[in-house]
């Protein structure tokens, strides 16, 4: 049986090398920390977390909550640690840090068929089965080695994302559907704005709070992925005149063309979750949400993500991966973790435990498998693999990825409630797929 090779120690990596000794496959481990850092981590422990200390929500009704369950039941390392080194969050999973980081990597050094390795990794290695998992923050050398693999135009050094919304939410008797700037099929929903609607909403954005820039992020743009904000604070009429141009828009209610346009571009081929197109943004969360809201036909609107301006390596992984998280040139290369363009500790985490299983499997020859859409895991690795649109952007669980149950009821939460019974029940049968 060959051993398979994981890079990185965050959160993808463990749970790769943990999900792949559970089945009896030996693994070594590569952790450049702590003989070199990088400018975000602090300590050489494995899982260090370098941002918040929450892994959102434990509610079971929750998309946050349901990938937890899919966690444990396919034998997760990273959340029962969580669960014994919770600290007090409402009904939040939040961590005490570093004991929590500490029990992780006792537990991976501990384990009888896991080498840990702290040593850099430049060259990406022959072995095979291989899993890439090195965040966010992928050494310039390795990440040199993923852009010349797959080609450079496949790597993303900066993530400049707009929100999304879930359609459901959508106040669609303020909206109306049309093209983007006169070409192609009115597949867009347009927001339109008064003269008095425009004006406040401009005024909320330039005022609104923005995330400070870490030390290592430069605050410069490119002109194609400039804050909202800042294009804004050039002048009151930028906006309208630039990303908010109503080009060839006439609202059906009204018969005239509005002042300003904002407009959403569905984000997957059901067309359950929308971004609002040129609206990448260094807002706080709570103020995004609040700024966006006064965008007409918004007013109640659900953010599934929020919009981010920051340096994060990832790959275009719709053109490059499979849902198993396969390479799609080397079936036996994975890569796993924000690497692949999932967002969040517990997203990266989920799809390290899958390519920990599938690595395992292609070393005891078996085939790779992929969860079904119908589970949260699933609809995470199915949206990374899939993604209709040229710029594709990091996504963390939602319900709005998860496919529409047949007959779905109108009722927003007995659709949710039912997609949550279809996803326990599709976990179930995969896991015994699997032998879990």
């Not at 003989?35 to 946050?64: D, M, Q, Y």
């Not at 509005?258 to 081929?269: D, F, G, H, I, S």
């Not at 953010?303 to 992984?317: E, K, P």
């Not at 589970?375 to 693999?385: A, D, E, F, K, Q």
Request: net charge neutral; hydrophobic share 40%; glycine share 6%.
């Amino acid at each position: 049986m060959s051993r398979v090779t994981v890079i990185g120690g965050g959160f993808a990596g463990v749970e790769a090398a943990w999900a792949a000794a559970r089945m009896g496959v030996p693994v070594r481990l590569y952790e450049m920390r702590p003989r070199k850092s990088t400018p975000a981590h602090k300590t050489g422990w494995l899982a260090e977390l370098v941002c918040s200390n929450s892994f959102k929500s434990l509610l079971p009704t929750t998309p946050s909550g349901q990938l937890k369950w899919e966690m444990e039941r396919l034998g997760s390392l990273v959340i029962p640690t969580a669960r014994e080194f919770a600290v007090p969050a409402g009904e939040a999973l939040a961590v005490d840090r570093e004991p929590f980081a500490q029990a992780i990597t006792a537990r991976i050094e501990l384990h009888p068929l896991i080498e840990v390795v702290r040593e850099e990794v430049t060259e990406i290695p022959p072995d095979r089965p291989l899993i890439i998992a090195t965040g966010p923050l992928t050494s310039d050398a390795l990440a040199q080695e993923i852009a010349r693999l797959t080609g450079s135009k496949h790597l993303y050094f900066y993530d400049a994302v707009s929100p999304i919304v879930d359609a459901s939410t959508i106040n669609y008797e303020r909206v109306f559907f049309g093209s983007r700037r006169e070409k192609g099929d009115p597949a867009y929903i347009n927001c339109p704005f008064t003269k008095e609607e425009y004006e406040r909403f401009w005024e909320a954005l330039v005022n609104a709070e923005q995330v400070p820039l870490h030390d290592f992020e430069e605050p410069k743009f490119f002109e194609g992925c400039v804050p909202l904000e800042e294009l804004a604070k050039r002048g009151k009429d930028t906006l309208r005149f630039g990303p908010l141009k109503p080009v060839g828009l006439i609202d059906p209610r009204t018969g005239k063309r509005p002042y300003a346009v904002l407009q959403l571009r569905p984000e997957n081929n059901e067309r359950t979750l929308y971004s609002l197109v040129a609206c990448q943004t260094r807002l706080k969360w709570g103020e995004q949400k609040r700024v966006f809201r006064m965008v007409p036909g918004l007013e109640q609107a659900e953010f599934v993500r929020y919009g981010v301006v920051h340096r994060n390596t990832y790959l275009d992984s719709p053109r490059l991966l499979r849902p198993t998280l396969q390479y799609c040139e080397d079936s036996r290369l994975f890569f796993a973790g924000q690497l692949v363009g999932v967002e969040g500790y517990i997203e990266s985490a989920a799809a390290g435990i899958i390519a920990g299983i599938n690595a395992a499997r292609l070393a005891q020859g078996k085939p790779a498998v992929a969860p079904p859409p119908e589970t949260v895991i699933g609809s995470l690795l199915h949206y990374i693999s899939t993604y209709p649109h040229p710029d594709f952007p990091p996504m963390n669980a939602n319900w709005g990825l998860l496919p529409e149950p047949p007959d779905a009821p109108k009722d927003r939460e007995a659709r949710r409630a039912l997609k949550l019974q279809r996803a326990r029940e599709a976990m179930e049968a995969f896991a015994k797929q699997l032998g879990l």
